[in-house]
């Protein structure tokens, strides 16, 4: 074990064989999404499988994911600079890092699915208050920014830069602004993540969407999603050093906070699952949940992938202290946490949509069944967003600091964790 | 931290101050919308509130509604903005449902319009400024009657929207671009025309909606609800009538007179 170690720690710094063939995966992937892209731009959203009826599908579930995923970066401020638990601190970067690749991705995705990516700025010259989109759109913009001032001097500080020594200095100023910086975040993010949900919860026409639930679902998944996403990050960092990136410890605790959002999410998600079915259901919702059971495979994709897989296991793993001390284990909880919460998303989008709006007085069904599936092209932009990120996450923890020094002795690394810690 | 008098008084100034910041920056739109609920509910400082009604009892199915709102507003056949769908009572009796855009008092579609592109003109009418819009589909998922149309295709400035357009001449609106959201807006290009010139919606067919000037049986009715004496009041006032989905609190300015034998609640 240890000499795998060793070669693994040898090998790391010249390219080697796995990583020219990762790389070169996820760069095939994003030539598919450019070409995708083009075709979106140039011919325009005909290409899709978006209609009338289903006009958001499977690149708005990719932008609130790609949101969601990138909680991490609030949730570890908030933890380090509010409660002062500075142990935590080492996340911070590596935190930030996955938001800003999530912030991005969202941009990309959005930038592609409105109809005028040429008027991509007009919410912020022709404001309407009272949209809670346009309050999305202001607190992302907005939040960016603090990520790019966060993530500056991380580059700033890299190998690269070190050629201008002015270079460091300005990171070294803007750095300073952290604190500051993790406030203002904070607030931001308190206020969108919660209104990606109100963006349907506010929506009376669909009696799936409009309940208050769906704003604190939205962002007690994402804190959960966002350590989650962070914590299996790290872990594969590790897995490829051959050592703990961030002291184990640590990481342990940070899966009991991710624990602890997911426990708090699935009861909220219970919760609201008995009183729109029972005590407090309305006529509309019974119908419209009756038509989606017996059109689409909601009942499976809600109980096994959303509230089993997605909820129920990780929550065992990251609160079980011998699963949760196991990498494997822990990697596989961190995994499942973010498939629940993109399934969330997913369910709720699709879901809400699919469903006929009955306008009509009369007595007869008179409006057909509507299907939505993606395109080649949709999937094709959404494969080469997604391979943007992981990219973007690969070459990051390469060549910037992301992670300080070794944290630990090599005797840690990952494969000796089926041993008893 | 420790939780001491002097930080609990600290923690409360911050609240304290927080809360009349949000209070303070907030005020002018609480104003803003006390303001507009008055305007919609009232319609007092309007001097207009345009209404359609469309007599069910009377509609024979025959479409030319439709169609005239194709070839007037330049609509391609799968993006229609007045839809016709057959449906029957309970009692198993067949009538002719057509719903243009209702033109809600309290709109949802231009609440959530991010860039105010959807916006609701002081006489009610709920209309849009396509320079603005930014194709989100938030109005579409908003909208609870399947009003809103999105354009998909590339548009072709040159070739008819249908066959329904006459080859000669000019449209009366302009062509929508790609990716931008559109709806039927009740010809307002007629109305606003129309009333420049001293005519009357609703009598006058220069200023009144295509579909309603062509119905061949008169089912459907436009006028001016402030004005007491014209025949959308005189209707309203005397014949039991219902608007679409008026548990949502969407106050639509189109009301249906029910066709025989509907029971209406």
Redesign the interface.
């Known amino acids: 074990m240890t000499t795998a170690t060793a070669q693994r720690t040898q090998t790391a710094q010249p390219p080697n064989a796995p990583f020219i063939i990762w790389v070169g995966l996820l760069g095939l992937l994003m030539v598919w999404g450019a070409v995708s892209g083009i075709i979106v731009l140039t ?4 290409v ?1 499988g ?4 289903v ?2 599908g499977l690149w708005i579930v990719l932008d609130l994911s790609a949101i969601s995923l990138g909680a991490g970066a609030f949730i570890f401020s908030a933890i380090v600079y509010l409660l ?1 638990l500075e142990r935590f601190r080492i996340f911070a970067r590596v935190a930030v890092l996955v938001g800003f690749l999530g912030y991005t991705s969202a941009m990309l995705a959005l930038f592609l ?4 990516p040429d ?2 700025f ?2 912020i010259i ?9 309050e999305i ?1 202001m607190c992302v913009v907005l939040y960016f920014a603090v990520l790019a001032a966060e993530m500056a001097p991380v580059v700033l500080e890299s190998r690269f830069f070190s050629r201008w020594p002015q270079a460091a200095q300005i990171g070294h100023q803007i750095h300073k602004a952290t604190p500051f910086l993790a406030v203002v975040g904070l607030g931001l993010s308190l206020l969108h993540q919660s209104s990606l949900g109100a ?1 349907y919860g ?5 009696p799936l969407w409009y309940k208050p639930s769906l704003p604190i679902m939205f962002i007690l998944s994402a804190a959960a999603g966002g350590i989650g996403a962070t914590i299996l990050g790290v872990h594969v960092v590790s897995y490829f050093k051959g050592k703990f990136v961030i002291k184990k410890k640590v990481i342990e605790q940070a899966a009991i906070i991710a624990g602890g959002m997911l426990a708090l999410y699935l009861y909220i998600k219970i919760w609201d699952w008995a009183t729109t079915t029972y005590y407090s259901s309305t006529a509309a919702r019974e119908t419209d949940l009756a038509l989606l059971r017996l059109t689409t495979p909601y009942d499976t994709s809600f109980w096994l992938v959303e509230v089993l897989l997605g909820g129920m296991i990780p929550l065992v793993i990251f609160f079980w202290p011998r699963l949760r001390r196991n990498f494997w284990w822990l990697s596989l909880a961190s995994l499942l946490t973010v498939v629940g919460i993109v399934f969330l998303r997913w369910n709720v989008t699709v879901a ?2 699919v469903v006929p ?1 009955d ?6 069904f ?1 409006f057909p069944r509507i299907f939505y599936a993606p395109t080649v092209p949709e999937l094709g932009a959404f494969f080469g967003i997604v391979a943007y990120a992981l990219l973007g996450y690969t070459l990051a923890v390469r060549f910037l600091p992301i992670f300080e020094e070794e944290e630990e002795p090599p005797s840690s690394m990952p494969i000796d964790e089926t041993a008893p810690a | 931290m420790d939780i001491n008098r002097r930080n609990l008084l600290k923690i409360l100034g911050a609240a304290g101050f927080s809360t009349a910041v949000a209070a303070a920056l907030t005020a002018p739109f609480n104003k803003r919308q006390i303001a507009n609920a008055q305007s919609h509910s009232g319609g007092e400082d309007a001097e207009h509130r345009w209404v359609m009604i469309i007599d069910l009892r009377k509609c024979i199915g025959c479409d030319y509604c439709v169609y005239a709102c194709q070839a007037i507003n330049d609509v391609p056949d799968d993006m229609r903005w007045n839809v016709h769908v057959v449906d029957q009572t309970r009692t198993g009796e067949v009538f002719h449902m057509t719903r243009p855009c209702l033109h809600c008092q309290e709109p949802p579609c231009a609440d959530v319009c991010p860039t105010g592109a959807t916006y609701q003109r002081g006489d009610g009418l709920v209309v849009m400024d396509y320079d603005r819009c930014i194709g989100c589909r938030y109005c579409q998922v908003a909208c609870p009657y399947d009003v809103r149309r999105f354009n998909w295709e590339p548009v072709d400035q040159d070739a008819p929207a249908n066959d329904l357009q006459p080859q000669w001449g000019s449209a009366e609106v302009e062509r929508r671009s790609r990716g931008v959201t559109e709806k039927c807006t009740f010809c307002i290009h007629r109305l606003d025309r129309g009333l420049e010139h001293g005519l009357t919606p609703g009598v006058d067919e220069a200023a009144t909606p295509a579909c309603v000037n062509i119905c061949p049986v008169e089912a459907r009715i436009f006028g001016d609800l402030n004005d007491p004496d014209s025949r959308v009041s005189q209707i309203i006032e005397n014949t039991p009538t219902f608007r679409l989905a008026e548990e949502l609190g969407t106050e639509p300015n189109v009301y249906y007179v029910p066709a025989e034998g509907m029971v209406t609640t």
């Not at chain 1, 699915?113 to 005028?116: E, S, V």
């Not at chain 1, 506010?202 to 669909?206: L, Q, S």
């Open positions: 011919i325009g959203l005909a899709t978006l209609t009338d009826q006009p958001w002062k699915d409105i109809g005028r008027r991509f007009y919410p022709f404001p309407n208050v009272h949209s809670v989109l346009w759109t963006t506010v929506i009376a026409a669909r809400g949509l709006l306008w009509s007085p009369g007595s007869a008179l």
